[in-house]
């Protein structure tokens, strides 16, 4: 089973930025692509961005002009830059792998994203 580690996350004031990172092992991070989650507490994971091997990313609406999913393949990391961040931007976020069928079962234990005053 392959491992996830993720980084960065922190607390910050409204209109910051972070930068979160995840450090995939190889077995994982040779699947097509890589994406962020997040989940706020009792509720499902959500699918914030995802990037392909060639680069290609998608973002939910709400991400789109603020985040901005990139990856190392030669690090096997993946990357969120979260520029004017707002309290809505508060969660646990994951990265994982996923394909057509949805994210792998395991998960790392994700990095807190804290926005407030």
């Known amino acids: 089973q392959g491992q996830l580690v993720e980084s960065g996350g922190g607390l910050v004031q409204p209109g910051g930025s972070l930068r979160l990172s995840c450090l995939a092992s190889e077995s994982i991070f040779t699947f097509y692509y890589m994406g962020w989650y997040r989940q706020a507490p009792g509720k499902q994971r959500d699918l914030v961005a995802y990037i392909a091997t060639n680069g290609t990313t998608n973002y939910v609406d709400s991400a789109k002009g603020r985040f901005t999913i990139s990856r190392d393949n030669a690090k096997n990391t993946v990357y969120l830059q979260k520029n004017g961040l707002s309290p809505e931007d508060t969660d646990v976020y994951y990265c994982?792998?996923?394909?057509?069928?949805?994210?792998?079962?395991?998960w790392g234990q994700g990095t807190q994203v804290t926005v407030s005053m």
């Open positions: 994982n792998a996923l394909d057509d069928y949805g994210p792998l079962d395991s």
